[in-house]
C-alpha cells in the first residue's frame, strides 16, 4: 500500500550529488524523528505466557504457522488452547534468569539504539502490574517482577530508547477482537466478541493500559498492531487513540501498524510499519521500518530451527537503511528469561560488523544514486564535500564494481575496516572500482568514496 510513495531512484541522478538533496532527513532531522531515523537499528524482543509452551503443547507442535505467541488461538487441535488452560501458563511464569541489563547489553552491543518489547500481546497478559486488569505479570504470576520497569531502568543506564508493542486490536483476554475462523477446517467457532464487547474492552482496558504505559516509563515510542481493516478498529477509534497518546505526551512516536492498510492514515502517525519480514525494493519518503524474525517465530518456538544467517540479517538493515528506512530484528526470549544461543551468536556477529561499518549507518542518508546490482549505498556530508559509502555483498570475480550514475571524480576511495585505497576509472554511465585482492568482510565490506563538488 506505500507503493505510491516510492520514488525510483534511478531519478536521482549523480548531478544531484553536487547540490546534494538530502530528501526528507533535512528537515526531519530537526523534529521529533531526528533520534529515530538516525538510529536506524533497533531490537524487538516478544516475551509473555506463550514462552511457557514456546511452540509445543500437549506434545503436538502448533500447526497453522510458526508464529508461537499465537499458540492460544491456532494449534493443531480443534480450537487452540482453551481460555482457562491458557491462563494456567501464568502460573508457571517464572523466569528466574531474566536480567534486564543483560538484555540491554546485548541489544547496545549488536550496535541497537532502541528497543521495543511486547508490554501486552494478543493474548491480553500484561508485563507489568497494570492497575485495570489482574492479568499481568505483578498478580497472576509467582515472578512477581515489574518487567517493563526493570526495563526501563536498564534503558536510562545504557541510553537505549524505549518503545513498547501494544495489542489494541487483538485482546483475546478480555474481549478484545477475537478470529472468527475456526483452527481446523470443520472444528468449532472460535468466540467472537461483540462490538459492545470490544467498546468496553477499549474503555475499560485499552485506553487506560495506553495511559499508564506513557505515565509511568515515558517511552519514547509505541509500536500498535493490525495488519488489515476491521469492524472494531473504526476511524474514531483509531483518531481517538492517536489523539490520547499525543495528549498524555507529544514526543511518543506513534507507527502505522495502528491501523494497517487505512486510507490517510501515513498523514497522522510518525512513522510507516511494513507487515512483518516485509522489505520493500525503493526509496519511500516517510520514516519507515520493518520488523524482522531472526528464524520464523517472533515469541520463542523450541522446535523452530529456521535460523536465518547473520550475513541475511545484516543485509535486511543495510537495505533498509539505503532506502530511508529503519529495522527492528526480533528476539523470543525463552521461558528462563534468557536469550536463545543463536540468537546471541548473529547479535555478537551483527555487532562486530556494527563496531567498524556503524558509521555507515548511524546517521546515514539514504541512496543519492541508482539501485546497485552488488550491494547498496547510504550518504553522508555537505553540499561542498560527500561521503558515499558502498555496501558490497556480491563479490564478483570482475574484481571490479561499477557504481551507475556516479559521474564525479572521487577524491578518495577506502576499505572502511582496513584503510586500504582503492582505484576507481570514471566511465561514461559510473565510476568503476577495482576492488580489493583480498576481500575483507564475507558478508559485506564497506567502501568509501569522497567526492567535492
Ligand atoms: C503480527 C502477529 C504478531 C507479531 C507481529 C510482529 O501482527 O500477529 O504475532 O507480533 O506481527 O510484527
Redesign the pocket.
Known amino acids: 500500500m506505500w507503493i505510491v510513495l516510492l520514488i525510483p531512484l534511478s531519478k536521482v541522478d549523480a548531478q544531484e550529488l553536487s547540490g546534494y538533496k538530502s530528501k526528507s532527513t533535512e528537515k526531519s532531522l530537526e523534529n521529533k524523528m531526528a533520534w529515530w531515523q538516525e538510529a536506524r537499528f533497533g531490537m524487538f524482543v ?1 516475551f509473555g505466557l506463550y514462552s511457557v509452551p514456546s511452540g509445543v503443547y500437549n506434545n503436538e507442535i502448533m500447526g497453522r504457522n510458526w ?1 508461537a ?2 499458540i492460544h488461538m491456532q494449534g493443531n487441535w480443534p480450537d487452540g488452547i482453551p481460555e482457562g488452560e491458557y491462563r494456567k501458563f501464568a502460573k508457571r511464569f517464572d523466569p528466574k534468569s531474566f536480567d534486564a541489563d543483560q538484555w540491554i547489553r546485548l541489544a547496545k552491543a549488536a550496535g541497537m539504539k532502541y528497543f521495543l518489547i ?1 508490554a501486552k ?2 493474548d491480553g497478559f500484561a508485563l507489568w502490574p497494570t492497575k485495570v486488569s489482574g492479568y499481568n505479570v505483578m498478580d497472576a504470576t509467582p515472578f512477581k517482577r515489574d518487567i517493563l520497569g526493570e526495563l526501563a531502568t536498564a534503558c536510562k543506564k545504557y541510553d537505549v530508547k524505549l518503545g513498547f ?1 501494544y495489542s489494541h486490536w487483538q485482546d483475546w483476554g478480555h474481549g478484545g477482537a477475537m478470529p472468527k475462523k475456526p483452527s481446523k477446517p470443520g472444528g468449532p467457532k472460535k468466540p467472537k466478541s461483540t462490538l459492545a464487547d470490544f467498546d468496553n474492552y477499549w474503555n475499560k482496558i485499552c485506553l487506560p493500559q495506553v495511559q499508564e504505559l506513557i505515565e509511568n516509563y515515558d517511552p519514547h515510542f509505541l509500536w500498535f ?1 493490525t ?1 488489515r481493516r476491521s469492524r472494531e478498529i473504526t476511524d474514531e477509534k483509531v483518531d481517538e487513540l492517536i489523539a490520547h497518546v499525543r495528549r498524555l505526551n507529544d514526543k511518543c512516536l506513534v507507527n502505522s501498524r495502528i491501523a494497517f492498510g487505512y486510507e490517510g492514515i501515513e498523514d497522522k502517525v510518525d512513522y510507516l510499519s511494513m507487515m ?1 519480514n516485509d522489505f520493500p525494493d525503493g526509496y519511500i519518503e516517510k520514516p519507515w521500518e520493518t ?1 524482522g524474525t531472526m528464524n520464523r517465530s ?1 515469541g520463542c518456538h523450541q522446535l523452530d530451527y529456521g535460523w536465518k544467517p547473520a550475513g541475511e540479517l545484516l543485509r535486511n538493515l543495510v537495505a533498509n537503511a539505503s532506502r530511508n528506512g529503519n529495522y527492528q530484528l526480533n528476539i523470543g526470549p525463552m521461558a528462563d528469561g534468557t536469550f536463545p544461543k543463536p540468537s546471541i551468536k548473529r547479535l555478537k556477529e551483527i555487532g562486530a560488523w556494527m563496531d567498524i561499518n556503524g558509521e555507515a549507518i548511524y546517521g546515514a542518508r539514504p541512496n543519492p544514486v541508482a539501485e546497485q546490482e552488488w550491494g547498496y549505498i547510504t550518504a553522508k556530508g555537505t553540499k561542498k564535500r560527500i561521503r558515499l559509502y558502498l555496501f558490497v555483498f556480491d563479490w564478483d570475480k570482475s574484481g571490479k564494481i561499477k557504481v551507475k550514475e556516479l559521474l564525479k571524480i572521487p577524491i578518495k576511495i577506502q576499505v572502511l575496516e582496513t584503510g586500504e585505497v582503492l582505484k576507481g576509472i570514471n566511465v561514461k554511465d559510473g565510476l568503476e572500482i577495482i576492488l580489493p585482492e583480498f576481500r575483507p568482510d564475507h558478508n559485506c565490506t564497506v567502501i568509501t568514496v569522497e567526492i567535492s563538488k
Open positions: 516478544h508464529y505467541e499465537w511486547t500481546h494478543h508493542y498492531d495488519w512483518d520488523s517472533w
